[in-house]
């Protein structure tokens, strides 16, 4: 048994099992009481999507505490790039959230997130959906995505073909990203996305080309690298000024 503890307030502690099927494992995310079948080939619980979904559950709980609870009340969420479910799982239990809608385009491994939201029992929570995000229609309070962010002509693609169109811009680029984060989001919406820093001037070409507004930046230090968590928002008054916060280590 492995484990990995995420040194941030409100703590997502997993515990790995490995299971019969080869090439998968379980993951128990004891302080969110969930657990998640993962495949061992392609795609990976990453410090990426923890780090994102911890920021996404403090900013809205917070956001809930503060706001008046008719005003909050029956909020839906789409996740665009759902993967095989953590972020979505991990976000699930927030007050008022009526629907998150997690939209997976890779079938593979859409197979995994269908599993994990019925083993967690959330299917009337969390809405999955197999399809490419430009065919997807309605309009969404938040939006979040851990998306692939190498750019295909950065390096050689890895020969699995779930993990190339995971991590490289093969079905979906940062600019593509943020047009249907515009596109899909309510009016006063707010999206949250995280990028390495090597991608973030490229993220504020598309996030203003886009009449998108950046409400904070999360800057996290991980390794040898940055990931740096995006909050903004559609539409509202222009925002004076960009809320900065470190979590270096």
């Not at 993951?27 to 999507?49: A, F, H, Y």
């Not at 503060?66 to 953590?86: D, P, V, Y």
């Amino acid at each position: 048994m492995g484990s990995l503890k995420n040194n941030k307030k409100d703590d997502f502690l997993r515990e790995s099992d490995e299971i019969g099927d080869v090439g998968s494992y379980t993951e128990r995310l004891e302080s969110v009481n969930k657990i998640m079948t993962v495949s061992e080939i392609g795609l990976k619980i990453t410090e990426d999507s923890l780090l994102l979904a911890n920021f996404i559950k403090n900013k809205l709980e917070k956001k809930s505490g503060k706001s008046n609870r008719t005003f909050f009340h029956n909020r839906n969420m789409l996740e665009i790039g759902a993967g095989q479910g953590i972020i979505s799982l991990l976000v699930s239990g927030l007050p008022n959230i009526s629907k998150i809608y997690a939209v997976e385009v890779q079938k593979e491994v859409f197979g995994y997130l269908i599993g994990n939201v019925e083993k967690n029992s959330l299917q009337s929570k969390i809405l999955v959906l197999n399809e490419d995000i430009r065919n997807v229609v309605g309009e969404y309070d938040y939006i979040f995505s851990n998306p692939p962010y190498k750019k295909v002509n950065s390096g050689k693609l890895p020969q699995d073909k779930t993990e190339a169109i995971s991590k490289y811009e093969v079905l979906l680029t940062l600019e593509e990203l943020f047009f249907n984060t515009k596109r899909l989001l309510k009016n006063y919406g707010e999206f949250f996305v995280i990028v390495p820093e090597e991608r973030l001037n490229d993220s504020f070409r598309y996030i203003y080309k886009n009449e998108l507004q950046i409400l904070s930046l999360n800057i996290n230090q991980y390794k040898k690298k940055k990931l740096i968590i995006i909050h903004g928002k559609k539409g509202g008054k222009i925002n004076s000024g960009i809320e900065i916060e470190y979590n270096l280590k």
